[in-house]
């Protein structure tokens, strides 16, 4: 455990420079947005006089250098203060804070769901490398993986939605229907059905695939033939031995995955009309508002560092070989 | 003396190999005996032991027969088998007292705890200090040499009758070497086991052994007292052999090994 | 037996390699046999497929003709896929050779920028560069590199770090050649070939990326791409549903067939390894 701690520490140091560099550089990118806050926000308005424009300009600091403005952001964000949506008119945190639940929901189900399945039909297809279910797996996975997550997502609205009309079509709960407590839960569950399937196909496949080929590497590892001649049993050996030994890919993956479904949330999102994270950042695109895709980037990497700390952790959880070296 | 175990014509092909791993190879194993395997890296020799026992790869071809007294025996229970390389020999991500107990539990019907006890033994058994603790400790924080004793422990943990050791010493440095081949001597000697050495040294063979089996590209060249084989061997290829060592090393093989 | 013949001994390559031909021979002959612009309106809006001989897969909502759409789809994809591609892996070849060769402060550095590039979530940086720069061809393969240039960087890194130890890097050191001369002309074109190794992979993720971009609206508005086709497809989705799952079925093909050559190459590597 104090290795874990340990290793925490010290990740958690490492992180604080490349964030200062996130930070840095997508302040500096979204600086040459063209037309600025003061733009956007005279468009949202409906126009206003020059004078009017430049008082706007020094609310917002843009008659300073660029490296006042981002010290001024970056002391602004030591206060958890990430400044104003132009296009939505309100704290950028309070929207970000009210729209990221349904994104964790909504990548939580789809993780948990592909991790277990993928890994549960990657222990199948690795039970026997190179046996029939071991191919059809193997292909069958590989073909999933390769379908945009968004394209399937339409596929299954229409199928599912339009035609069956066994869920809703988009939305994450039903407008003014008066549900509280479990009913409202339920209807939410309802709702988020097609798009944590869509997300979870493809994070399925991938964790099939890996656990397929951790398992294949942990067969031909001498340990399984030293526990074959102890006389463990063969279903114990692939679950208790090599699967376990197999699942630590699959935990780095989780870290490193963490990046790309945020940024798959945008699409899926958008295609089922589900008003979290990833929409806000589509939202901020279409709306000009560069401060509000500011802290739509700042919050998602935070996030990534945070998963993959956590994906730290339980690493050196399961793996005792972890941090080992380490002076104590 | 009766046999343990007889071989008789057998041969053994890997999967896509072209070449057999051993071919038409008749002997036995007499109950009760030591008998050292020797031969160069290549010859054969482990794949002699997982044919015995069957552990030979999914796929591989296996002619002759095998005839074990009272049956085959069952992994684990009837025979212990310790492997070169103690490093690859344990689940790494699993603590030991978890892989003994798995082990104990799989033979006996033993509560966790009193597995655990007897685990406890086990290592005091084969000399690990603090047996307790090594219990919760991981492979990869034990040494090369302590580790083989464990693999040891775990081997003779259902007092089998039949106890493999494939070069266990080969991986590790000379002091240690000696310790661990005395150790098995000493557990073989007072558990009564019948001891299956493989090894490429002669002068460890001549020393542990009654028995010598020669092994030189998949055939068995000759086999013999320990005595014989080294005072009056009757093939070049294990005079060779002899002499080779003589050269390197001048006073007597036989009891030059503690 | 030499490679090909090795190549052709793996059904997933042969799979892979004839979808990969087929959309290759589609995006190579669009031009030929689609000559005009595929977004000008070539008839009735929302023909049904095989109702109109001289559009075989009818028209769109703006009465497009969808199979000229597809195989100029094809094309975009195809150049964004290997040229996002191309870039990432030349870039983070040379960032991860000069970190690898420059050791010490460079090397820390650079991989800090490489770690702040990994956190950020690659499509959300496409999205905020083509916001910011303006959605064209080039920029759309610049934002799709941005997200993918990290991986080639730290294999390439790994791969330099044990290169620079062999002896001929010491005698080029001796003989007084330029560190950044020995760098890209002796170490980046050893290192170079393990760092292909993921370029199926990234090709891959980058006709995915695009098709997510245009999907949204923020591919190069000029060029007609599967993603826009899908998005477009879209708004009918109702009636005419086919209008999105064909370039939909057009990218998984494209996508698999990356996939599945790439499987075909790393199997006749590596029976070439486990003959040796
Ligand atoms: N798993 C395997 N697959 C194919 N060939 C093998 C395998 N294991 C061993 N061999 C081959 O079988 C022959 C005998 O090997 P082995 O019995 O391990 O020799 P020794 O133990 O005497 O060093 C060698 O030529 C070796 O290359
Ligand atoms: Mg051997």
Redesign the interface.
């Known amino acids: 455990m104090k290795r874990a701690w340990r290793l925490l520490l010290r990740r958690s140091l490492t992180s604080i420079p490349v964030l200062m560099l996130v930070i840095t550089g997508t302040f500096l990118l979204l600086e040459n947005a063209s037309g600025d806050a003061a733009d956007a926000y005279l468009v949202a308005i409906g126009g206003g006089d020059a004078g009017y424009v430049a008082d706007l300009r020094a609310e917002y600091g843009l008659d300073r250098s660029v490296w006042v403005r981002l010290w001024f952001y970056i002391s602004n964000l030591a206060q958890l203060d990430l400044g104003q949506s132009v296009a939505l008119n309100r704290p950028i945190l309070d929207v970000i804070l009210e729209r990221l639940p349904v994104t964790l929901w909504l990548m939580g189900s789809a993780v948990a769901l592909s991790f277990v399945f993928g890994s549960l039909l990657g222990v199948l297809a690795g039970a026997r490398p190179g046996s029939a279910t071991d191919r059809t797996l193997s292909i069958g996975s590989l073909a999933l993986y390769s379908v945009p997550s968004f394209w399937l997502g339409l596929v299954l609205s229409v199928v599912f939605a339009v035609q069956l009309r066994w869920f809703p079509v988009s939305g994450i709960e039903t407008i003014a229907s008066g549900k509280t407590g479990l009913a409202r839960a339920g209807d939410i569950a309802l709702h988020l059905v097609l798009p944590v399937a869509s997300l979870a196909m493809l994070y399925l496949a991938l964790f099939l695939r890996l656990m397929r080929a951790g398992m294949a590497e942990v067969w031909r590892q001498d340990f399984v033939l030293a526990a074959r001649a102890r006389g463990i049993k063969h279903h114990k050996i692939i679950l208790q031995h090599i699967a376990r030994n197999a699942l630590l890919p699959l935990i780095t993956m989780l870290g490193l995955q963490a990046a790309g479904m945020l940024g798959g949330s945008v699409v899926i999102e958008g295609v089922f009309g589900i008003p979290g994270f990833g929409r806000l950042a589509a939202e901020a695109v279409s709306g000009r508002d560069a401060p509000l895709l500011m802290g739509v980037i700042l919050t998602s990497s935070i996030l990534v560092i945070l998963v993959n700390l956590a994906v730290d952790m339980v690493y050196a959880l399961l793996d005792p070989r972890v941090g080992a070296s380490d002076p104590a | 003396m009766s046999a343990l175990v007889s071989l008789e014509g057998l041969s053994v092909r890997y999967p896509r190999s072209t070449t057999p791993a051993l071919e038409a190879v008749t002997m036995s194993v007499a109950q009760g005996e030591k008998l050292a395997i020797i031969g160069e890296s290549g010859s054969g020799k482990s794949t002699l032991a997982r044919a015995l026992v069957d552990l030979l790869p999914r796929g591989s071809r296996c002619d002759g027969t095998i005839t074990w007294q009272g049956g085959s025996p069952a992994p684990g229970r009837d025979y212990g088998y310790v492997f070169q390389d103690p490093g690859s020999s344990f689940d790494p991500i699993l603590s030991i007292g978890a892989q003994m107990v798995e082990v104990l539990q799989t033979h006996f019907p033993l509560t966790r705890h009193d597995a655990r006890v007897r685990a406890a033994a086990l290592l005091a058994r084969v000399q690990i200090p603090a047996p307790e603790l090594a219990l919760d400790a991981y492979p990869h924080q034990f040494s090369g040499g302590q580790k083989q004793r464990i693999a040891i422990a775990i081997a003779i943990a259902t007092g089998p009758k039949l106890l493999i050791a494939d070069e266990p010493t080969s991986a590790l440095d000379t002091v240690v070497q000696a310790e661990i081949v005395a150790l098995l001597q000493e557990l073989v000697e007072s558990d009564a086991m019948t001891l299956l050495f493989i090894t490429h040294d002669i002068a460890l063979a001549s020393g542990l052994a009654d028995r010598i089996a020669v092994f030189r590209n998949a055939r068995l060249v000759e086999i013999g007292t320990a005595n014989e084989i080294i005072t009056a061997p009757r093939r070049s290829y294990t005079r060779g052999l002899v002499a080779a060592h003589l050269d390197l090393t001048t006073p007597v093989l036989i009891g030059d090994v503690p | 037996m030499n490679f090909v013949a090795r190549f052709i001994r793996s059904p ?1 390559g042969i799979a892979g390699l004839v979808l990969l031909s087929l959309l290759a021979a589609a995006a190579l002959l669009a031009p030929v046999f689609f000559p005009g612009d595929p977004l000008a309106i070539e008839g009735r809006p929302l023909l049904r497929p095989f109702e109109h001989p001289g559009l075989p897969l009818g028209t769109d909502r703006l009465g497009r003709d969808v199979m000229a759409e597809l195989f100029h789809g094809a094309r975009a994809s195809m150049i964004v896929g290997i040229s996002a591609a191309a870039v990432a892996i030349l870039v983070g070849a040379l960032v991860g050779t000069l970190a690898g060769f420059g050791g010490g402060l460079i090397d820390e550095a650079l991989m ?2 490489v ?2 590039f ?8 496409a ?3 083509v ?4 959605p064209s061809l080039t920029v759309v393969v610049i934002a799709i590199a941005l997200g993918s240039w990290t991986g080639p960087a730290r294999l390439a890194r790994a791969e330099v770090l044990s290169i620079r130890e062999r002896d001929f890097v010491a005698a080029a050191r001796v003989i007084g050649m330029h560190p950044l001369e020995i760098a890209v002309k002796e170490v980046l074109p050893l290192a170079l070939p393990p760092v292909m190794a993921l370029t199926s992979v990234i090709v ?1 993720g980058a006709v ?1 990326t695009e ?2 971009l245009s ?2 609206g ?1 591919g190069d508005p000029n060029i007609v791409t599967w993603g826009s086709m ?1 998005a477009e497809g ?1 708004n009918v ?2 009636s005419a ?1 086919y209008l ?2 064909v370039p ?1 079925l057009g ?2 093909a494209l ?2 067939g990356v ?2 050559f790439g ?1 075909g190459l790393v199997e006749a590597l590596a029976r070439r390894e486990g003959q040796g």
Do not use: H, N
């Open positions: 997933e800090r920028v770690e702040a990994q956190i950020v979530p690659g499509f959300l940086l999205l905020a560069f916001s910011v720069v303006g891959a995915l098709a997510a999907f949204l923020l899908i879209r989705l109702r549903a999105s799952i939909g990218l998984v996508v698999l996939y599945l499987e």
